[in-house]
């Protein structure tokens, strides 16, 4: 499957699963979004949550709709929490293919969390402060 396809709303799975066309297990609606169980989840209850239109990842998604989307995804959060018993959430969104992105449709995962549950933090770098200062300001410049 090439970008140019997975990126196209007709074969996108995720406009599919909006449109009903491909089942999925939908825990909340509403004008602008959409969130279901992901089917292979980190653990029991990750959830996704999706604009209803489709746009490829949070880049080209409009600002109207990003913020639709982060309210929908913080009310399943704590919907999350509260349903499986979590004692902790991790809100996450990967763009593009080297970020771990394989749906190219933006959606946020909603991953209940347990004490214990093996998953641990990507590990931080070691680096000098000149190095922190030169990212910072390419940073800034690209504002
Ligand atoms: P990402 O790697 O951020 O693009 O995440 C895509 C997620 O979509 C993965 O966690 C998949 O398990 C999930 N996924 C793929 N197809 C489906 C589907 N038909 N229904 C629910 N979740 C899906
Ligand atoms: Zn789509």
């Not at 959409?34 to 959830?47: C, E, K, Q, Y």
């Not at 009310?75 to 996450?92: L, Y």
Request: glycine share 6%; aromatic share 6%.
């Amino acid at each position: 499957m090439t970008d140019e396809s997975i990126s196209n709303k007709t074969n996108c799975i995720f406009c599919k699963i909006v449109r009903g066309e491909v089942p999925a297990e939908k825990v909340y609606e509403d004008k602008d979004t959409l969130a279901f169980l992901d089917i292979r989840p980190n653990n029991v209850g990750h959830t996704l949550v999706v604009p209803k239109e489709h746009y490829e990842n949070t880049y080209s998604t409009p600002d109207n709709v990003l913020c639709a989307v982060i309210k929908t995804a913080k009310k399943v959060a704590v919907a999350v929490k509260k349903g499986t018993g979590a004692d902790g959430i991790n809100i996450t969104n990967n763009n593009d293919s080297p970020a771990g992105q394989l749906i190219f449709h933006t959606h946020f995962h909603i991953v209940p969390r347990f004490t214990d549950d093996g998953f641990k933090h990507w590990p931080g770098k070691e680096v000098r402060e000149d190095t922190l200062k030169e990212a910072a300001e390419k940073i800034r410049k690209s504002l």
